[in-house]
Nanobody, 125 residues
Framework: QVQLVESGGGSVQAGGSLTLSCAAS?????????MGWFRQAPGKEREAVGFRDVAGGVKTYAKSVEGRFTISRDNPKNTVYLRMDNLSPDDTAMYYC?????????????????WGPGTQVTVSS
């Protein structure tokens, strides 16, 4: 089965930017699989950040990140990115890549079959 791995996390100051990557072990994986970005902060439940459908024509973002975060995909279609701008301490969390949407609500983590191990993002004030 496919494996996902996130990278690009780190520590940044408020107002800074980071770009996270989600690499799939199968070439062209994201050409036929929808995906979502999720995050989980200490003491809080996992929350959806954004969603990209299988065709890439529909991209949905949480209100808290809309206008600041952007999902994109490279040409080989085996890597998806999350560009994060104007970061604030409220964005501090472990960020996860999820794929293969099985139907339902895009923000429901249980709707995704595959998950990466996560990458930590820490934003200081």
């Amino acid at each position: 089965q496919v494996q996902l791995v996130e990278s690009g996390g780190g520590s940044v100051q408020a107002g800074g930017s980071l770009t996270l990557s989600c690499a799939a072990s199968e070439y062209g994986f994201f050409n036929s699989n929808s995906m979502g970005w999720f995050r989980q902060a200490p003491g809080k439940e996992r929350e959806a950040v954004g969603f990209r459908d299988v065709a890439g024509g529909v991209k949905t973002y949480a209100k808290s990140v809309e206008g600041r975060f952007t999902i994109s995909r490279d040409n080989p279609k085996n890597t998806v990115y999350l560009r994060m701008d104007n970061l604030s301490p409220d964005d501090t969390a472990m960020y996860y890549c999820a794929a293969t949407f099985r139907g339902g609500m895009w923000y429901d983590a249980s709707a995704f079959k595959y998950w990466g191990p996560g990458t930590q993002v820490t934003v200081s004030s």
